[in-house]
């Protein structure tokens, strides 16, 4: 059994618990529900917030985080998800957009579930996912593709 947390979109920019604890998990709302050991872990000592990108756009939630981090400085942002969501991986995208609005100074980092074991996740290979033509190019040079 897990705690619901509240969705990003719906907290206070200025919300009383990440001005406290100022460090933030944001979290595929689906990671909760169907790893909820793996969730508490993470959530333990973290403002867990929820975010399904089926039912939000990236965007709005974007600009939700951009204004919470106008307001509050976190110590740290971690990103949970599963691995393979077409829906997820626009998480990780749009913290790293955030980040590049804020100049590159924000401590975030990645996970993404796969086979029931967290996996930490740099942030240039969230980068390099964006870029379909980059990815084909790894594959080539590693073999993978031709």
Known sequence: MFVCFRRLIDVNCCTKPLREKRRLLIYGKCVAEEYPSIFNLFAKDRVALAVCLEAEHMNM????????LCRIKLDEIV?????????????????????????????????????GKAIEVPPKVVKYARYLSKIKKLLMVSGEFT
């Open 79 to 115: 990103v949970l998800t599963v691995d393979g969501s077409p829906h997820c991986v626009q998480l990780h995208f749009m913290c790293e957009e955030v980040n590049r609005i804020f100049g590159g100074s924000l401590n975030i980092k990645h996970y993404v579930i796969e086979k």
């Open 61 to 68: 939630v974007g600009f939700k985080l951009a204004s919470i």
